[in-house]
């Protein structure tokens, strides 16, 4: 995990914010989801071309949220970025034109289902009941990219706990896409992982700023009330 902590300044900015505090004080299961977003063995195995290195050190703290928010009556989702070579997850903006071609070549390969990377990390604790969404883009709520906005309304969820990788990539952009789509939404600190300390904290400081909650994984525990 990353040892790094969000300034004081602005966490104490948040925290002494009573609408804030009143809206994120009490976080009930029965609508709430934890998102868990590309924890793929891709980003987690040290094999993989994405892999992050901090990505297996938040995997306990994922596993403790899922199981007593799924004992609870939450729900747990496991968010995977999945590709193919033809139609709109060709991408090209990303793999021919932001990537290198032959990196992206790689990289959309690597994500393909029935490829070794695109799959979970085993170490995760996934139940067989737990739905698992793919996504074709960075946010998981943007246009297209998904059903999990679909998945979460039927299911009567207003509430958003973001875990996984990249914390500036794909876990800000589906936080952030979250809150502008009306669901309440918390970035838990100490279950996300990103290249650098700076990169980590960069995006959880921006959510934090504007667009939710940024809570460590005891604290979000603290604040889940079955029902």
């Not at 969000?6 to 900015?13: D, F, G, H, K, N």
């Not at 063995?41 to 994922?62: C, F, M, Q, T």
């Not at 952030?176 to 279950?191: G, K, N, P, S």
Request: charged share 20%; with cysteine.
């Amino acid at each position: 995990m990353h040892d790094v902590k969000l300034s004081p300044e602005l966490v104490a900015s948040h925290r002494n914010n009573p609408s804030r505090q009143r809206y994120f004080n009490q976080l009930r299961a029965g609508s709430t989801a934890l998102l868990v977003i590309d924890m793929q063995k891709h980003w987690v195995d040290s094999a993989g071309l994405g892999y992050i290195e901090r990505a297996r050190g938040i995997v306990p703290n994922i596993n403790e949220l899922a199981g007593v928010l799924r004992s609870s009556g939450g729900t747990v989702v496991w968010v995977v970025c999945s590709f193919s070579a033809s139609g709109r997850s060709a991408w090209p903006m990303l793999f021919e034109n932001l990537e290198e071609t032959a990196d992206g070549a790689r990289m959309r390969a690597a994500l393909t289902p029935g490829s070794p990377m695109h799959e979970l990390w085993p170490g995760l604790d996934v139940h067989p009941g737990d739905p698992v969404v793919a996504k074709d883009r960075f946010s998981a709520f943007i246009r297209g990219a998904s059903e999990l906005e679909q998945l979460l309304r039927a299911r009567g969820i207003d509430t958003v706990l973001v875990a996984g990788v990249a914390t500036n990539v794909c876990c800000e952009s589906t936080a952030r896409d979250a809150m502008m789509l009306d669901f309440r939404t918390v970035m838990i600190e100490d279950a996300t992982a990103a290249r650098t300390d700076e990169q980590h904290l960069a995006g959880l400081a921006t959510f934090l700023g504007t667009f939710g909650a940024v809570m460590p994984t005891q604290e979000a525990l603290g604040r889940i009330t079955r029902g």
